[in-house]
């Protein structure tokens, strides 16, 4: 029996043929992201605390690396405002969003420019000269000595309280927000906005 077997040219050209219908069709199938490493907005970069597990009546650091990937129309960093909110301590099932109503009234007075509660409360300003240089950005805040012991101790488990601090990183102004419940299971949004000079919300 005599095989016919193709010629060692149609096989090339086979071959050479599929190698560039890969390299037209593989992009196609590839979705337009942008790369992780890209920052392309407002970004807070990291947040470390010298005392991640504090004791009561710790005085407690927080430093903040932040950027502005988008710039403005030259593509130099903006100035930014920042925002560090803390004095919410032990909410109901430790829940982050119920400490939400009481960081509402402590933000009234900022739409009035009002005094804020440094305490608790601090407005910062981030020039572009520290954009993006590590732990640029600090703020302290006090444990209180009854975190713990003002809470039941559980009949299992260890005894311990929780402390939740909030921030805002914004290239425009930090201003109070309606605090709407959507209520169906819904999470509040958060109490605060950033706007542009003329008073439109942005992103960040």
């Given at each position: 029996?005599?095989?016919?077997?193709?010629?060692?040219?149609?096989?090339?050209?086979?071959?050479?043929?599929?190698?560039?219908?890969?390299?037209?069709?593989?992009?196609?199938?590839?979705?337009?992201?942008?790369?992780?490493?890209?920052?392309?907005?407002?970004?807070?970069?990291?947040?470390?605390?010298?005392?991640?597990?504090?004791?009561?009546?710790?005085?407690?650091?927080?430093?903040?690396?932040?950027?502005?990937?988008?710039?403005?129309?030259?593509?130099?960093?903006?100035?930014?405002?920042?925002?560090?909110?803390?004095?919410?301590?032990?909410?109901?099932?430790?829940?982050?969003?119920?400490?939400?109503?009481?960081?509402?009234?402590?933000?009234?007075?900022?739409?009035?420019?009002?005094?804020?509660?440094?305490?608790?409360?601090?407005?910062?300003?981030?020039?572009?000269?520290?954009?993006?240089?590590?732990?640029?950005?600090?703020?302290?805040?006090?444990?209180?000595?009854?975190?713990?012991?003002?809470?039941?101790?559980?009949?299992?488990?260890?005894?311990?309280?929780?402390?939740?601090?909030?921030f805002?990183?914004?290239?425009?102004?930090?201003?109070?927000?309606?605090?709407?419940?959507?209520?169906?299971?819904?999470?509040?949004?958060?109490?605060?906005?950033?706007?542009?000079?003329?008073?439109?919300?942005l992103?960040s």
């Open positions: 029996m005599v095989q016919h077997r193709p010629k060692l040219a149609n096989c090339l050209r086979w071959l050479a043929l599929g190698a560039f219908l890969a390299l037209v069709l593989h992009p196609s199938c590839i979705p337009g992201f942008d790369p992780v490493s890209r920052i392309n907005s407002v970004r807070i970069l990291a947040v470390t605390l010298d005392k991640p597990y504090a004791l009561p009546g710790d005085t407690v650091t927080m430093r903040m690396t932040v950027t502005d990937g988008l710039g403005d129309a030259e593509g130099m960093p903006r100035q930014m405002q920042l925002l560090w909110l803390s004095g919410c301590f032990n909410p109901d099932g430790d829940q982050y969003f119920l400490c939400f109503e009481d960081l509402a009234e402590q933000l009234a007075p900022l739409a009035e420019g009002g005094e804020l509660p440094d305490d608790i409360v601090k407005v910062d300003l981030a020039l572009p000269s520290s954009d993006g240089v590590p732990d640029a950005h600090e703020f302290s805040f006090t444990i209180p000595d009854d975190i713990v012991t003002s809470r039941p101790k559980p009949a299992t488990g260890p005894h311990y309280g929780i402390a939740y601090v909030f805002a990183a914004c290239a425009g102004q930090l201003r109070p927000a309606p605090l709407e419940n959507p209520g169906g299971g819904q999470v509040a949004d958060f109490p605060l906005e950033c706007v542009d000079p003329a008073g439109k919300v992103g």
